[in-house]
């Protein structure tokens, strides 16, 4: 009786959690790379103090993810065959996510960095840094010509996990209050965190590599279906059968992503405390290492399981990382080719090729020898690239089916996320916010006025070269205003000679010469 429902619970398991798995190993292990790279350090100088932040960035790749998996299921498609269908310049999508991933190779660099620095701490003195860098890279190609290395998703996975209750026995020596932890879900900005905030938007929750999540989703339908016997259309009934399970897979991961980043946020707080130093003090990668070595020394052969289990986190994040991105952006030149009708080329060739562009992108990297420096940088730039994809997203949303659509929560979440992510990033470069933002402003009221212009009588005359003498008057008075506007609302920037103005006082004039024309 008791096999019988052990039986039935299995396979009630195994049609409900159809998508469940990968996803969720994914997220883990993005947790331990984020978590040592970012939240260590940002524990060390502000605390708690951004918690807030990192729930924020979670819900955001919740949602970013979420509308990933709802395009694939309701349309068969991977996110990447639909960057060459979106509105605007020819192939610009493409384009944007193969500079976006070459760009996110420094960082895998920096990872490369990263384990043999921590592998140099576990056997002291013997080969140098870079040696150790040449030496993980290689051994990386070489694992990738088998089919090994993708049980290193499952080995992380698990290490994760084993570091995650180290942390907990670590971290119940230290006196957290309550109040601690609440204070950080005050909204609060503490200052010179801007690059900080950048940092977790970009790292916390894994990057740009959420968008490979459409791959595996796609070819895990494709399983059920032919597991299915075929019996499973990609339509309606599909796609609400699968979505659920699609949520939950990705609901527990980024559950586990917050909590393993809480932790390792607390870890940097609790080591900036044991060595008396004050926070927001300079913190280099060898002050960090140390500091956490020392708190997991009160555990038997603790600092010598820590340097071994980072070491392989990140041997890991870059086998997997390099592999990943190589299939997505072959896909993605096997789709552009194939829509511009030229000849096809061997998947095979392209993904050799951009292995080894990625081998000296990451060969770039380990020269620079920055990994902290290196890894905060990117993550930088691809919260900002998150933002534009977070946009992209929203418009493929209009796109779906009716079933398929999101809800206006998720828009919410989505926007929010896309906007605050471009806005921090714009906030890093002081003059945007001296001069740019009331620049944008300005302009931005010229937009709403040509808007409305565009919807009247008189456009549509002058468009089709119907327009008479009242039509030129009222398009003259309106960008000659525009024009004037544009003078007085200029900036003015101090320099030598008095300074100059920024304006856009030229583009009612353009606008008018345009309409005329």
Same mark, same amino acid.
């Given at each position: 009786?008791?096999? #019988?429902? @052990? ?28 978590? $040592? ?12 103090? @951004?918690l807030l932040v990192v729930i924020i960035t979670l819900l955001f790749k919740y949602a970013f993810t979420n509308g990933i998996a709802r395009y694939t299921l309701a349309t068969g498609h991977t996110i990447f065959d639909a960057l060459n269908k979106l509105p605007g310049p020819k192939n610009w999508g493409p384009i944007l ?13 920096? +990872? ?20 150790? #860098?040449?030496? %993980? ?17 499952? $080995? ?49 929750? #894994?990057?740009?590599?959420? +968008? @490979? ?7 895990? #339908? ?15 009934? *599909? ?22 980043? *809480? ?23 060898? &002050?960090? $290492?140390?500091?956490?070595?020392? @708190?997991? !020394?009160?555990i038997p052969y603790g600092t010598y399981f820590f340097l071994l289990f980072v070491a392989i986190i990140f041997f890991g994040s870059v086998v997997i990382g390099i592999d990943a991105r190589a299939k997505a952006l072959t896909r993605v030149v096997v789709s552009m080719r194939s829509d511009a009708g030229k000849e096809k080329?061997? !998947? ?19 020269? %620079?020898?920055?990994?902290m420096a290196i890894i905060r940088t990117s993550a930088v730039i691809c919260a900002l690239l998150f933002g534009v994809f977070g946009f992209i997203l929203i418009y493929l949303n209009t796109r779906l089916p009716d079933y398929a659509r999101a809800s206006r929560l998720w828009m919410l979440a989505i926007g929010i996320g ?21 620049? =944008? ?10 808007? &409305? ?24 008075? $309106? =960008?000659? &205003? ?36």
């Amino acid at each position: 009786m008791n096999e #019988s429902r @052990l039986s039935r619970f299995r396979k009630w398991f195994a049609n409900t959690f159809v998508f469940f798995g990968p996803g969720l190993l994914l997220a883990i292990t993005a947790a331990g790379e984020a978590g $040592i790279t970012e939240a260590i350090e940002i524990g060390a100088h502000y605390g708690l103090a @951004l918690l807030l932040v990192v729930i924020i960035t979670l819900l955001f790749k919740y949602a970013f993810t979420n509308g990933i998996a709802r395009y694939t299921l309701a349309t068969g498609h991977t996110i990447f065959d639909a960057l060459n269908k979106l509105p605007g310049p020819k192939n610009w999508g493409p384009i944007l996510v193969i500079v976006s991933y070459c760009l996110e190779m420094f960082a895998i660099g920096a +990872m490369v960095l990263f384990a043999a620095t921590f592998l140099d701490y576990l056997i002291p003195g013997v080969f140098s840094i870079f040696l150790l #860098s040449i030496t %993980i890279l290689v051994a990386a190609l070489s694992l990738l010509r088998t089919h090994i290395f993708h049980k290193f998703e499952k $080995i992380m996975a698990v290490i994760v996990l084993v570091m995650g209750v180290s942390m907990i026995i670590v971290l119940s020596t230290f006196p957290f209050n309550f109040e601690m932890i609440t204070s950080g879900l005050i909204p609060n900005i503490p200052k010179g965190s801007e690059t900080a905030i950048l940092a977790i938007l970009g790292v916390v929750g #894994s990057g740009l590599n959420l +968008m @490979l999540y459409s791959v595996w989703l796609k070819e895990k #339908s494709d399983k059920a279906e032919v597991e299915g016997g075929g019996c499973y259309v990609k339509n309606e009934a *599909f796609f609400k059968r699968f979505v659920k399970s699609v949520n939950l897979d990705i609901a527990l991961g980024f559950a586990i992503v917050a909590l393993v980043t *809480f932790g390792f946020m607390c870890l940097g707080y609790a080591g900036f405390a044991v060595s008396f130093m004050p926070h927001g003090a300079e913190l280099n990668l060898d &002050i960090l $290492i140390t500091q956490v070595l020392y @708190l997991f !020394s009160s555990i038997p052969y603790g600092t010598y399981f820590f340097l071994l289990f980072v070491a392989i986190i990140f041997f890991g994040s870059v086998v997997i990382g390099i592999d990943a991105r190589a299939k997505a952006l072959t896909r993605v030149v096997v789709s552009m080719r194939s829509d511009a009708g030229k000849e096809k080329i061997k !998947s095979s060739r392209i993904y050799q090729l951009f292995i080894w562009l990625f081998v000296v992108i990451i060969f770039l990297s380990i020269l %620079i020898g920055e990994p902290m420096a290196i890894i905060r940088t990117s993550a930088v730039i691809c919260a900002l690239l998150f933002g534009v994809f977070g946009f992209i997203l929203i418009y493929l949303n209009t796109r779906l089916p009716d079933y398929a659509r999101a809800s206006r929560l998720w828009m919410l979440a989505i926007g929010i996320g896309s906007v605050l992510s471009v806005y921090v990033a714009l906030l890093i470069e002081g003059s945007f916010l001296e001069f740019g933002l009331p620049l =944008f402003e300005s302009v931005l009221v010229c937009s709403v006025v040509f808007y &409305i212009f565009c919807r009247t009588k008189t456009f549509e005359r002058m468009a089709s070269g119907k327009s008479n003498i009242v039509d030129k008057f009222w398009v003259i008075f $309106i =960008f000659g &205003i525009i024009s004037i506007y544009g003078t007085y609302s200029g900036i003015t920037v101090a320099g030598e000679y008095g300074g100059y103005i920024l304006n856009f006082r030229d583009l009612g004039a353009i606008c008018n010469t345009f309409m005329e024309g």
